[in-house]
């Protein structure tokens, strides 16, 4: 008898055992497949993480249209919004090749503004900063890094850039547009030296 019982305690312990270990390798299990489904959810919940270069899309794909017309003289059109911009980050001038020699120029807000204020006086045509808006309609939804098309800004480096407008809830705060992706923010520290891009005023 004594036996007997044995031998079932023992069977119902093996029983046991293998439903543990079953269990514990189905738990595994669905902890690997949820780290997978987990993993993959997050990636394509992170644009980032799929989106190309820019100078990359660009070279991949030659035939997109550009939404820009070249006028000479350093000077683009931007088509859908009919702004004219200078070719080159402020600091940086057109070379006899077509691209931008120099260094861009890393300036205060007020610094910028006043540098557009300068050029605009010395060369009788209005040149100013662009605002939020129109400095965000030059992005590009299909690439990053920076999100412009780089066939026509070739020189526009990954940093935030000033705009002509100030934040609303803070005399010390401006905005700025960083070109990585093209978000905004409107809580820049004015003092903070960053490039710019130029608007030319054209009839």
């Not at 009919?82 to 691209?99: E, R």
Request: with cysteine; charged share 20%.
């Amino acid at each position: 008898m004594i036996r007997k019982n044995t031998q079932q305690v023992h069977t119902l312990f093996c029983l046991f055992s293998s439903l543990m270990n079953s269990r514990f390798r189905l738990q595994t299990l669905q902890r690997l497949c949820w780290s997978v489904v987990g993993a993959s959810l997050l990636a394509s919940c992170n644009p980032l993480e799929t989106t190309p270069d820019c100078g990359d899309y660009f070279n991949e794909n030659p035939a997109v249209t550009s939404r820009y017309s070249d006028l000479g003289r350093g000077l683009v059109l931007h088509n859908p919004t009919n702004t004219t911009w200078l070719k080159c980050p402020a600091g940086m001038s057109l070379s006899s090749a077509g691209d931008c020699r120099g260094e861009p120029l890393y300036l205060s807000f007020d610094e910028a503004a006043a540098y557009a204020a300068e050029a605009s006086e010395k060369s009788g045509q209005e040149i100013r900063l662009p605002n939020v808006g129109e400095m965000r309609a030059l992005n590009e939804d299909a690439c990053i890094n920076p999100a412009l098309d780089v066939r026509t800004f070739s020189s526009t480096v990954v940093e935030n850039h000033w705009t002509s407008e100030a934040s609303r809830t803070s005399g010390l705060l401006a905005c700025a547009v960083y070109t990585f992706q093209g978000n905004s923010s409107c809580r820049e520290s004015k003092s903070t030296p960053y490039p710019f891009m130029l608007i030319i005023e054209r009839d």
